[in-house]
Every structure is written in structure tokens, then in C-alpha cells.
């Protein structure tokens, strides 16, 4: 869903033009989208892509990507259903779109006020996942098993933040970032990798629940002062992506196209999605 | 291709995970356990496995054939509970196990050796699966002949992602020389663990190593088998039994 854009927007050499100053993107969950550049005050790149398993037989993705730019502000969420939990894409997208809510809302990001709109959504969340019934011809012994997972809840993992330039009016811009889970986050400046600074903090058992909210421990919160300083670049990718994991420099359009394909295994083996911004 | 051999390829649709259940189904698995017949015990742990795989195949509301099962049962004949290997969606679809009824002997070899036969046809189109795992569960000595050396031809066949994987679930009481009476806080047989019977001896010959992969998907469950376990499960009660059929289905999935 892609409401509103005041940049220009470069997807495979195509660009167009919108008239407002508010650029908002949220994935389907149904469909593929190519990656795509915007270039504004921040410039971003995006891309969004459902297993190969799933796109075959139709089936929703479980990750969930959205983000808004307006000016000087960028807000932003990446979310990784847990394919064991129950309707996995289910719960990326209910935290998703409250994470981006709170991001939209909050004035001041902190992480207990992140913690209090966790356990909120989990209770949403649950009421919502509660009313989803198992077809009564599946299978009975599928259907326990649905059952059983479906009081167990949902899971999603997720990194969500908030970057604010440094403007007439905000002498110190700022960069805030909050996840549980193993998709990955990273950032650059003028080409020297400073991820090391979010710690060794990315695990698979943390991610949030619909039964109880956050699972694993708290979230983890990263929050520095960002000066009028460039050439800083974050990057945020699911682990359908992993194969980012050993570059460091700069990849080319293209070559983020050519993952996402990943046509030397006949497409995606998990869902991917990938998030850039520069400034 | 990669030779990475350390069990990290993920069972999904594409790459699944094929088990071989040996299952013992001789005279004395008519004896009590805990005050059930030992095939009782039996028969529940496996249903719990398959419970488990099922549990760990679906995505939304649809079950993905992640595992592929084949069940032996053997006395001095085998007899091939499911007609070859059926797919978990299709187990799952039939909704239970068959039947698993005693017989008389207990012709291990014979069993090894058909499995042996499954894997030869099976594992040139498992380059890019998980390694192939053979889950034998019995309670005595072996009546025909030695199944060591078909279990070790077995244990030294392969895929990128490792040797084929033997394990042994051994139902007997005079297993360990201490019982172990909290099962999730065991630590596992080790190989310089010393075991009193000369078949549990034998058969540790023919276990492999636990690896770290399915040990870390054991720790998830709340079992603490240490690093250098290996795959063999004294089944001296009901949740040891138990925990020898989950190990079975540990294999990492997506």
C-alpha cells in the first residue's frame, strides 16, 4: 500500500512524481515488490519478497515491512512471523502496523513506553487471532496440532526505530532502534561498519507474542545523537536475506534484485525483506 | 557444492528429512512398563514424534511434508508399517499409527539391512536434504545375525549435509549402573560412558554423535543433553522412551 510520496522513486529505471510530502509504504503480505529507490531528504531502498514455497501455492508472507518519510523524519518496521507459531503473518502484521502506529504517535521513544504498547498489542492481537477458526474437514490430528498452537499464540520477531535529522528547529537529530529477534540490523558511516555498537543482541528465542508480549526478555533499545554529519546508512533485512550477511560495502541495485530472485534456488527458500535508508 | 557436514540444512518442502523407525516388535514387548506393555510405551512415543513433526510442518493453517517417515517393524521378519515412505502430510491425513502387535524373534540385521536398501535408492535425490536419520528401538539381543556391521556400512553413507544419523532406544533395566531418575536434567550417554549390559555395548557401537544442531533443538524442549552425547536412549521408563522418539524429530526446520 503505498499512500503518499514527495521524492522521486526509481523501481527498475521507472520514476514518478507525487504531489504531497508524505511517502508511506506497507507490504501486502500477498505479493512481491521489487526493490525500489527513493531519493529525498533521506534516500531509501526497499524490497519485499515471499518464499518461493509460499509464492507457489498462493500463500500469505510472513514478514512484514512498512515505513513513512515526511520531511526530516523517518519512522520504520521490519517484522518476521515465526512460521511454527500460529498464522505467523498474522502476527507480524498486527505488530507491524502498531509499532508503526506508536512510532507515528509517540513523541518521546523510551523503552518502557515500547514495553507497555507491546503487552497492549498482545492483548489486540490475541482477541483478534482468537476469532480465527481451523477448517472442521482439516485433518483431526492437523487439526489439534492447529489447536494446540493456536493457544500457544502468535510470534513475530522485530526491529522497529526512528531517525530524526538535525533541522533549524532540532539542533541534534536522532537515531532510535528497538528489536527482539535475529533479523538484522546495520549501520554505516562514510563506509566503516559501526554495528558492533547494538551489541551482540540478536537472538532467535527473543521475539514478541500475542499471549504475552515480549518473549526471551526485554527488547533491546539503541538510542544515539545524530549530528549534521552524512554518509550514514542503515540497513534492516530478514534472515531470507542472510546472504548479506558477508558484505560490507555498498550493493549495487541490481545485485539486491538478484537475492531477492534468488533464482539459483529456484526463489526465495524463506521470506525477505529488505530496508535502507542513507542520509 | 559445499561439504559442510554439520547438520544445519533445514528439513522445509523442498529439502525434507527422511526417518527410518526400526521398531522391535519381539515376545517381550508384551513385558510391563510402569504397568503398560513395553509397545504401548513404544507406540505412544512414536505418535508423540510424529505429533511433533507435525507441529513443526505447519505454516498458517497448511501442513508441509517437511519429514518423510518410513516405519520397519521387525521380528524375524520386517514388515513395513506404512508401505513405504509416506510423507507426514499423508500420515496426518490417515490420523494414526497402524497397529504395532508382538511377534516372536527378533531379527534386527534383517531390519538394518532393509533400511540400508531405502537409503541406497533414497539419498542420491537428498544432495541438498537434511542427513537421513535411522531411529532403532529395541529391548534385547538381536536373534539373527550381527546388525553391527550393516548399522556401520549405514552410519558411513552420506549427504553434504552429513553421515547418515543412527540412533538407539534400548528398553531394558539393568541399562546404567545408576538410574536416572530426573530425565530432563540427564546428561546423556557419553562414550566413555560404562554400560552393564553387552547388547547396550553393541549398540552404543552403532549410535552416532548427537549433533549440535538437534542437541540445541533438544535444549528448546528442556532436555540437557551435554555436548559429545550420543544417540542412544536407555529406555529404562516411559519418558526416557519418550525422549529417544523426540530426538528422532529434532532436525532443524525453517
Known amino acids: 500500500m503505498k499512500r503518499s510520496y514527495a521524492g522521486s522513486m526509481d523501481s527498475w529505471g521507472a520514476r514518478k512524481k507525487s504531489p504531497t510530502s508524505t511517502y508511506y509504504y506497507e507490504s501486502k503480505q500477498t505479493g512481491e515488490e521489487p526493490l525500489t529507490r527513493i531519493r529525498d531528504l533521506f534516500t531509501c531502498r526497499y524490497a519485499y519478497g515471499r518464499a518461493a514455497e509460499s509464492v507457489k501455492l498462493s500463500e500469505k508472507g510472513q514478514d512484514f515491512l512498512a515505513f513513512s518519510l515526511n520531511e526530516d523524519v523517518c519512522r520504520f518496521v521490519l517484522c518476521d512471523g515465526v512460521g511454527l507459531s ?31 504498547k507491546l503487552k497492549e498489542l498482545s492483548h489486540e492481537a490475541d482477541r483478534e487471532l482468537r476469532d480465527l477458526s481451523v477448517d472442521s474437514a482439516t485433518p483431526k490430528l492437523l487439526r489439534e496440532v492447529l489447536e494446540e498452537k493456536q493457544r500457544m499464540g502468535s510470534e513475530a520477531m522485530y526491529i522497529c526505530g526512528r531517525i530524526e535529522l538535525p533541522t533549524r528547529f532540532r539542533r541534534k537529530g536522532r537515531l532510535w532502534l528497538a528489536w527482539q529477534g535475529d533479523s538484522r540490523v546495520r549501520l554505516w558511516h562514510k563506509q566503516r561498519e559501526l554495528t558492533s555498537l547494538f551489541g551482540d543482541h540478536f537472538r532467535t528465542a527473543e521475539r514478541w507474542s500475542s499471549r504475552i508480549g515480549p518473549v526471551g526478555g526485554k527488547p533491546h533499545v539503541y538510542s544515539s545523537r545524530l549530528d549534521h554529519e552524512s554518509e550514514y546508512r542503515l540497513q534492516l533485512y530478514s534472515d531470507g536475506l542472510n546472504d548479506l550477511d558477508a558484505v560490507m560495502e555498498h550493493i549495487p541495485d541490481e545485485q539486491v534484485q538478484v537475492l531477492m530472485n534468488a533464482l539459483h534456488t529456484d526463489g526465495l527458500e524463506d521470506d525477505a525483506s529488505f530496508l535502507e535508508f542513507m542520509w | 557444492m559445499l561439504f559442510t557436514m554439520n547438520y544445519t540444512i533445514q528439513a522445509s518442502q523442498r529439502t525434507p528429512a527422511l526417518i527410518i523407525y526400526l521398531i522391535d516388535i519381539s515376545a517381550s514387548m508384551n513385558m510391563l512398563m ?77 531390519a538394518f ?61 539393568h541399562l546404567m549402573n545408576q538410574p536416572i531418575t530426573e530425565p530432563r536434567r540427564w546428561k546423556g550417554i557419553l562414550t566413555d560412558t560404562s554400560l552393564e549390559d553387552e547388547h547396550a555395548r553393541k549398540l552404543k557401537m552403532m549410535s552416532s554423535l548427537l549433533p549440535e544442531s538437534y542437541r540445541e533443538m533438544l535444549l528448546e524442549a528442556d532436555y540437557q543433553l551435554s555436548p559429545g552425547a550420543l544417540m542412544m536412549l536407555p529406555g529404562t521408563c516411559s519418558e526416557l522412551v519418550s525422549i529417544g522418539f523426540q530426538m528422532s524429530a529434532a532436525t532443524p526446520v525453517r
Open chain 1, 86 to 116: 500460529y498464522r505467523g503473518d498474522v502476527a507480524s502484521r498486527l505488530l507491524g502496523q502498531g509499532l508503526m502506529e506508536w512510532l507515528e504517535n509517540q513523541e518521546e521513544l523510551s523503552s518502557a513506553s515500547l514495553e507497555r
Open chain 2, 34 to 110: 510402569e504397568d503398560r506393555r513395553r509397545i504401548d510405551v513404544v507406540y505412544e512415543a512414536l505418535s508423540l514424534a510424529i505429533r511433533q513433526m507435525v507441529f513443526r510442518s505447519t505454516k498458517g493453517n497448511r501442513l508441509t511434508p517437511r519429514y518423510r517417515i518410513a516405519i520397519l517393524a521387525y521380528s524375524d521378519d520386517v514388515y513395513d508399517l506404512l508401505n513405504g515412505i509416506k510423507g507426514i502430510d499423508e500420515i496426518a491425513a490417515i490420523g494414526s499409527l497402524p497397529d504395532l502387535t508382538p511377534k516372536r524373534f527378533s531379527d534386527s540385521a534383517k
Open chain 2, 113 to 173: 539391512l532393509q533400511a540400508e536398501k531405502i537409503l541406497q535408492s533414497e539419498i542420491p535425490n537428498m544432495q541438498d536434504c537434511p542427513a537421513p536419520l535411522v531411529c532403532h528401538m529395541t529391548d534385547g539381543v538381536s536373534t539373527g545375525d550381527d546388525p553391527e556391521p550393516i548399522a556401520r556400512r549405514i552410519m558411513s553413507m552420506s549427504v553434504p549435509d552429513g553421515n547418515v544419523l543412527v540412533e538407539n532406544i534400548f528398553i531394558s533395566d
